[in-house]
């Protein structure tokens, strides 16, 4: 069954260092997004991705971030300056189509990397 | 922001009964509401939905019920089983791709 994957599993940097998160969608997926969970709190929803842009953002995901689709398989996060309150799980997610059209919309996660900031 | 709320953050249900997870929001603008299931080491799994213009939506031992009056759905799972064990979250879509989630409940359950 087709998954996605994301690498590093666990990725530990210090404070104010770049780090970049890497997503392989599953291939015939359009729609990319990540999500981070803070431990002990909920998932949090932080872009959306289509077409080369950015369908969506949250008030999270400020200018540290920024994401890209470098190749036409992976799907990346970078946060250029990274803060001990960026650790997290961060999880990409793909779908065939967005949400809304109510068809081949679920959502399939990857099972995360975890950025522990020192 | 609490505009998706899990209750319970744990349920304990032994082998064979029902498991009922509840999760209750605040925006009436949600047009659809979705289960994952979440192992240790593992990213969410997709279980079940159901749109707003629904009250219930089947799949297999899993069943979705949505109040919309009460702004409040639920998860029956029956009869569970120990593979069961997981943490499941409600999560909620604001008419745009984003998916809004609940804190998760821990559900165990014993032999």
């Known amino acids: 069954e087709p998954e996605v994957t994301q690498t590093p599993s666990h990725q530990v940097t210090q404070m104010g260092q770049e780090v970049i998160l890497r997503c392989v969608p599953i291939s015939n997926h359009l729609y990319f997004y990540w999500y981070r969970q803070i431990l002990g709190q909920k998932v949090e929803f932080l872009v959306s991705f289509y077409n080369n842009e950015i369908s969506e953002k949250s008030e999270i995901f400020d200018d540290q971030f920024s994401v890209e689709r470098p190749d036409g398989s992976n799907f990346t996060l970078k946060i250029r300056s990274t803060k001990l309150e960026d650790s997290a799980m961060y999880f990409c997610?793909?779908?065939?189509?967005?949400?809304?059209?109510?068809?081949?919309?679920?959502?399939?996660f990857g099972p995360g990397t975890r950025l522990t900031v020192l | 922001d609490q505009q998706v709320k899990q209750n319970s953050p744990s349920l304990s249900v032994q082998e064979g009964r029902i498991s009922i997870l509840n999760c209750d929001y605040t925006n009436s603008m949600f047009d659809y509401f979705l289960w994952y299931k979440k192992y240790p080491a593992e990213g969410p799994t997709f279980l079940i939905s159901i749109s707003s213009i629904k009250d219930k939506n089947e799949d297999g031992r899993f069943t979705v019920f949505l109040n919309k009056s009460a702004k409040h759905l639920s998860l029956h799972i029956v009869p569970s089983q120990p593979g069961d064990s997981a943490v499941y979250f409600c999560a909620a879509r604001p008419l745009t791709d984003k998916l809004i989630f609940g804190t998760g409940t821990r559900l165990q359950v014993f032999p």
């Open positions: 997610a793909s779908s065939e189509a967005p949400l809304t059209s109510g068809v081949g919309d679920e959502q399939f």
